[in-house]
């Protein structure tokens, strides 16, 4: 009989949840919390989703059937713009598009036989959601966490909404590609720059992160020490006495040559409200824009305000104050000193308006003349702790490290009574306030009499008006008729609902929390959460390495300090694990115009079109609709079974890196399932014992424990093939041969779970492979009776001897002789050299 995966697998899922396998339960047993970073409902689930829940399938079946009562959840990503994009476009409301998305995804993702408990689904637009954001939003602000404050952002003019820095790409925003704006808003805030030392020190604890994202993380963070000091105006308008600065790098202050204002610095604000020239050059930076991703790119453009400024290590050096569109208010003062010299920024903006260049240091050994010989055309900017020679340091002509310099010029700054040395972290308060309707509505009011006033808990959920439309940009909570009215919560009168709704990130920030009590009518129940927290593992993709972890990571201080969360769960992730992309051919051929025309695979046969036309092949590209070369994983499921689609997917490389998704490789991967199949249908039963197949099996499990705990699902795979193989060829029958099927069963199980259950059943398996226990390997039959020898002649391996493991040297060298390979090489006469290296190899020296 074939096997049928169609009716297999359903059978198979249908008994899971009959019996309620993978129901979590807080018991006496260790637990594992397994949890993949949950999908945005965008109504189709792609091949990265499979491999990405794949994973996460594989360690949540391995520890459930090593006994850990396993916590294994799925969610869904809900609010956002997308929703009301659809709802602009399209018509229809974001709630009905949302949840129609969510169960169409929801279909598409249970026929993978997924361990997941479903009754713990949620959305973040649930109102029970909802209500304990909000419950959490009105702790966080009576703990302090939360400020209300005037800020610069990024405006999208299209969607019409704030958006945060990672969301401008290349100065323009994310979804509607418009050039992004800066504007002053009155914007809520979560203080996450409280913790910026914390956040920072910890990462030095997660043992169980990638490197490369702890790297990431403490980049962003950015702590950084250097002085703070002022320079005094010459001039300057009343009440701009002093220009603050913070540099990292004050021991070039001696090869200062201008200073430099952010376009929305205070000072140039007043400058502008009388000078016409000035508010023109500041409204040209906003059109290129002020993000740090669009100044990278842009031309550096500078206007000189006419004024000056006092060096502070002489009262008669005066530097000019410039406007430059690479200054950002955001960081530091909004205000630099330019030492072009030493920076390829500064030296550019020097160039282009001729502006001084003078060296404080030079290559070891050099003097004044030659240092600034050096920089004259290009600035020299060795790394910090690189040793240069100081032409203009603080401790006169000196050669020394850049560290040592900056810690000299602190010192002499701190002395002279001109500045402090001081440390700054790069990272800012997080900003959440969005202007659009399909997002958690902030709980908050605004009395006339008693300013902004937190809403009652009592009144918690505030749901979004559900009778909205979206034919014009904007806010539709703006627009609402009564829904801004309220009642201010502390006076009984007439208030204003907050329009503003919150950031997205705020939704994916706490649901990991929110999964080990799902139903709660507080944000966590603490029991539950003390049992679950923390995830030991956490799956995703590397481009949520920075902004979603480090929320994540604040928001878990954050449910500590208002006893939602013990002390234990501050940091919530064990573990993290990012996974690789998965990639396929891109198919293309040139119209008549010799623009790019795109195929879907599906339309492609060896190369060709179904009119003959040869397409152009580009390997490994990642998987994007624009370019049509996407694989639809319910096809795929359709077509071969989920089973097939899971192996492939942690078969073909190491998890990390990225994967190619061919048709040959799901095809091979469907036989070998079928020849799996076939091994227990037909096994016979009557043969012999096998010491050898009995050795094979023991090996695997060891092999295959190790790969899947060390998360290389690709060498598990390849372990499972060999063990395959030996079952094939063994003369085992009868009970021996269905042991070691039934051990294959249950090392396949995490990747393949329908199809082990049916080599179980057939096998003789009591219950279901599920319910089994993780088989453990005897270290005796792990041991080797013989080993092979690659045999090398002339320094390439031309054959190999399989010898007793105690066999002697003297032995070994007659067997090597008498090998044909051996003889054939040696045309009758006796080798120069032959060495053997117990254990490891031959070699033949002809």
């Known amino acids: 009989m074939p096997y049928d995966p169609a009716t297999s697998e359903a059978r198979w899922q249908a008994a899971w949840a009959e019996a309620g396998s993978f129901t979590a339960i807080r018991d006496e047993r260790p637990k594992y919390y397994v949890l993949e970073m949950f999908p945005y409902p965008s109504g189709r689930i792609h091949m990265g989703h499979v491999r990405n829940y794949a994973m996460g399938d594989v360690v949540a079946r391995f520890k459930r059937a090593q006994g850990f009562s396993v916590l294994h959840p799925m969610g869904w990503d809900a609010f956002g713009m997308p929703a009301e994009n659809a709802a602009m476009e399209q018509g229809g409301h974001p709630r009905d598009w949302t949840y129609a998305n969510i169960a169409t995804m ?131 308008p009343g009440g701009h006495d002093r220009i603050e600065v913070y540099t990292t790098r004050p021991d070039t202050l001696r090869g200062a040559s201008f200073v430099a204002l952010s376009p929305d610095h205070p000072l140039v604000k007043d400058l502008a409200a009388d000078r016409p020239d000035i508010e023109a050059f500041r409204e040209e930076c906003r059109r290129i824009g002020t993000t740090e991703e669009a100044i990278e790119t842009a031309p550096k453009l500078g206007f000189d305000t006419g004024l000056t400024v006092r060096h502070p290590l002489d009262p008669d050096w005066q530097l000019p104050i410039w406007i430059a569109n690479f200054v950002l208010m955001d960081y530091g003062t909004g205000a630099i000193f330019g030492s072009p010299a030493h920076d390829e920024r500064d030296h550019e903006f020097a160039l282009k308006y001729g502006l001084p260049i003078r060296a404080t240091f030079g290559e070891p050994g050099m003097d004044l003349e030659a240092a600034d010989a050096l920089v004259a055309t290009a600035p020299y900017v060795p790394a910090k702790s690189e040793r240069v020679s100081y032409v203009r340091g603080f401790s006169g002509a000196a050669e020394q490290s850049g560290e040592a310099a900056v ?46 006033v937190p809403e009652a808990k009592a009144n918690l959920p505030v749901l979004l008006p559900q009778d909205v439309t979206f034919d014009v940009p904007g806010n539709p909570l703006d627009r609402h008729p009564t829904w801004r009215q309220a009642v201010c919560p502390t006076c009984g009168g007439a208030a204003r609902r907050e329009t503003d709704t919150m950031d997205t990130f705020v939704d994916s920030s706490w649901y990991y929390a929110r999964f080990t009590s799902p139903e709660a009518e507080t944000p966590t129940t603490r029991a539950d959460a003390d049992y679950w927290m923390n995830v030991d593992q956490y799956i995703g993709g590397i481009e949520h390495a920075i902004l979603h972890l480090l929320y994540s990571r604040f928001f878990a201080r954050a449910m500590v300090k208002t006893g939602h969360l013990s002390a234990a769960a501050k940091e919530p992730f064990d573990a993290l694990f990012t996974q690789g992309m998965v990639t396929h051919e891109i198919y293309m051929t040139r119209d008549a115009r010799d623009r790019p025309v795109y195929h879907l695979p599906e339309d492609v046969t060896d190369g060709q079109l179904a009119d003959g036309r040869a397409v152009t092949v580009i390997p490994s590209a990642k998987m994007s609709k624009s370019k049509k070369n996407v694989v639809d994983p319910v096809n795929i499921v359709g077509s071969f079974g989920a089973d097939t689609a899971r192996w492939f997917m942690l078969s073909d490389s190491p998890p990390e890196r990225d994967v190619e998704w061919t048709a040959a490789g799901a095809e091979a991967a469907s036989k070998f399932l079928s020849r799996v199949f076939r091994l227990a249908e037909e096994a016979p039963e009557h043969g012999t014992d096998d010491p050898d197949l009995t050795r094979a099996v023991h090996r695997a499990i060891a092999d295959v424990t190790r790969a899947i705990e060390g998360f290389a699902f690709n060498k598990a795979v390849a372990k499972l093939y060999e063990l395959a193989n030996a079952v094939g060829r063994s003369p085992a029958g009868g009970e021996a041969r269905r042991a070691a099927l039934r051990i294959l069963a249950q090392l396949m199980a995490p990747m393949v779970p329908h199809l082990a259950e049916e080599v179980w ?62 003889q054939r090489f040696l045309e009758g006469a006796a080798p120069k050299k032959l060495i053997v290296v117990p254990g490891r190899i031959v070699n033949v020296v002809a």
């Open 106 to 236: 929801r279909d598409q993702l249970k026929p993978l036989g997924l361990s997941i408990d479903w009754s713990r689904e949620f959305a973040t637009c649930d109102d029970a959601y909802v209500a304990q954001q909000q419950a959490l939003f009105l702790d966080m602000l009576e703990a302090g966490l939360i400020t209300r404050k005037s800020a610069q952002v990024n405006w999208d003019p299209v969607d019409m909404t704030v958006l945060a820095n990672e969301q401008v790409i290349d100065g323009k925003g994310w979804r509607s590609n418009a050039p992004v704006e800066r504007r002053e808003l009155t914007q809520w805030f979560f203080k996450i720059s409280d913790y910026s030392d914390e956040l920072l020190d910890a990462l030095d604890g997660l043992k169980g992160w990638p490197e490369k994202v702890r790297l990431m993380q403490a980049n962003w963070i950015g702590r950084s020490r250097g002085l703070q000091f002022g320079f005094a105006t010459v001039d300057a």
């Open 407 to 452: 810690d000299a010029a602190i010192a002499h700054a701190e002395a002279a009574g001109y500045g402090e040395g001081v440390t700054k972290f790069r990272l800012r308060d997080w900003g959440i306030s969005r202007q659009r309707y399909w997002g958690c509505p902030i709980p908050v009011v605004h009395c006339d009499a008693c300013g902004t």
């Open 761 to 822: 059943a057939a096998s003789g398996g009591q219950g279901m492979v599920v319910d089994a226990r993780w088989p453990v390997a005897d270290p005796a039959l792990l041991e080797e009776d013989s080993v092979t020898l690659p045999i090398q002649i002339n320094g390439k391996r031309r054959a190999e001897i399989t010898v007793p493991k105690d066999m002697d040297k003297a032995q070994i060298e007659a067997l090597v002789l008498a090998d044909e390979t051996v």
